[in-house]
């Protein structure tokens, strides 16, 4: 990844007299054995003016290439967001078809689709459903539309949005990075500790080389949430041509496939969190590490500027992106969006900080989107940024001169990300975002413990010689990203450490490499790049410094046994 300088449903409330998220139902049981297709249509939740929805059709006759189903409501309900379908309404009617992802539907084959919608007075399930012009549910005769009572209750969120989706909750430990790191010596440390799931490429969605698929993850979910609460953590990661300022973690989609990220990466995982078995989970998603950032620093004008960044700035497609997955991922009632905002080393000078702000809030409100879609924003996300500088202050000055001053904060703003994340935060909320806005840190390698750490401030015989003696972030430069030599784990995750703070998270999987140190084939579309060679002298980006990278690194994402170790050996707080 690139690291340069330069609630939708927030108001839900239950359906009266009954515990969990109210069920209404025209159930697919009241069909004859004969039926050519039947429709199950269940208001999932409803509450003074509006309600959500998910319908299932079951098709019993001739496989079909394509299909449309047709209701009409009695009262006045009109359908404002839908998902994995194409929901037209006029009047009372309402016609919902196919997507391209789910145009099959195979004899005895089921295909599911919700939507959001308002009423008033009563809100009915509709007596009749065709599909294809055919009445489902019944053989030829009027449809039972079941009981308007409510039913058996759901699994679903048992309220509004939280306000902190952490607080009060377990995280998902992923099973798969937890084996890697048992397996590792003293790695039973922490091998319980959660861990966000990258899905970086579409193969990523139903498993790689016989991995766990989405599903999978959400099911193993379900069993370590027991009767409480539990986040599962998942990074959406596959923008048309992504990380446009690095090579190491380039994408599978070029710069112009962004039908294709919509209805091959976030249609197929928006519709497998729509599953109401998964309703009872609350779902965190980072939104596409690095791709807002880069069109702020790397798109123009700048020492920084790439051809790729110009190109993603020029044709839209990452704020179109973005936008469509806040949009679709934010309509679900129990999935909390926290979109990628750099680190305070990227971001931080207020000639990035303020146009970023102003970015972040285009793409929120545009293209479908809503402030009501972002839970919140995360910084430092795989970087290395500590979230803490406790040696020095950005408001320290030696002898006269401002620590702002120094080569390493080099006029920066701010020295950590903590103070970063709850200014930007206050930026955020002042600039038009809703004023529970969160802040997420990941402090999966940002300790800097080890015997490099330094125990108090540095010299006063310059302002270099002090900053540089004071902070524990110990980068060669704080442009520096991939595979740091002498980095550590950093906090544990935690919920609500600090104001205006959800959590902190590990969302980098400590031991997965950032990329590789040399050139290495493979096919995930991830290059080389430079910056995670240790022979490399730098460039603009790190104001032409040394990486500081480990050798023999594998490929972005695979296990780095090595960094693993030497993260444990620097971790702080350190490992017992």
Known sequence: MSRTRTSLLAALALLTGSSGAALLTAPAGAATASAPCTVDYKVQNQWDTGFTAAV?????????????????????????????????????????????????????????????????????????????????????????????DPGPTDPGPTGPKAGNPYSGAKVYVNPEWSAKAAAEPGGSRIANQPTAVWLDRIAAINGVNGGMGLRAHLDEALKQKGSGELVVQLVIYDLPGRDCAALASNGELGPNDLDKYKSQYI???????????????????????????????NAGGTPTTTDACVTMKSNGNYEKGVSYALDKLGALANVYNYVDAGHHGWL????????????????????????????????????????KEPNFKVT???????????????????????????????????????SGLGMLIDTSRNGWGGTARPTGPGPMTSVDDYVNGSRIDRRIHA???????????????????????????????????????????????????????????????????????????????????????QLMQNAYPPLP
């Open 267 to 297: 249609d197929p995982i928006a519709s497998i969190l729509a599953d109401p078995k998964y309703a009872g989970l609350r779902i965190a998603t980072v939104i596409e590490p690095d791709s807002l950032p880069n069109l702020v620093t």
């Open 56 to 148: 299932t059709i079951t098709n019993n006759a001739a496989a079909k290439s394509g299909w449309s189903v047709k209701w009409s409501y009695a009262g006045n309900q009109k359908i404002t967001n839908f998902w994995n379908s194409k929901i037209s309404q006029s009047g009372a009617a309402v016609t919902a078809a196919n997507e391209s992802y789910n145009a099959a539907l195979a004899t005895g084959g089921s295909v599911s689709f919700g939507f959001q919608g308002t009423y008033s007075g009563t809100n009915a399930i509709p007596a009749t459903f065709t599909l294809d012009g055919v009445t489902c549910n019944v053989d030829g005769g009027p449809t039972d539309p079941g009981p308007t």
């Open 479 to 565: 442009g520096n990203w991939c595979n740091q030599s002498g980095a550590g784990l950093g906090e544990r995750p935690t919920a609500a450490p600090a104001a205006g703070i959800d959590a902190y998270v590990w969302v980098k999987p400590p031991g997965e490499s950032d990329g590789s140190s040399s050139a290495i084939p493979n096919d995930e579309g991830k290059g080389f790049d430079r910056m995670c060679d240790p022979t490399y002298g730098g460039n603009p980006r790190n104001g032409n410094n040394p990486t500081g990278s480990l050798p023999n690194a594998p490929v972005a994402g695979h296990w780095f046994s090595a960094q693993f170790k």
């Open 348 to 387: 931080g000078w207020d000639s990035n900080l303020g146009p970023s702000v102003q970015e972040f809030h285009k793409v929120a409100t545009t293209n479908g989107a809503s402030v009501k879609d972002v839970a919140g924003f995360i910084v430092n996300t795989a970087n290395y940024s500590p979230v």
């Open 396 to 434: 320290d000055t030696v002898n006269g001169q401002t620590v702002r001053q120094s080569k390493w904060v080099d006029w920066n703003q701010y020295v950590d990300e903590q103070s970063f994340a709850q200014a930007l935060r206050d930026k955020l909320v002042a600039a038009g975002f809703e």
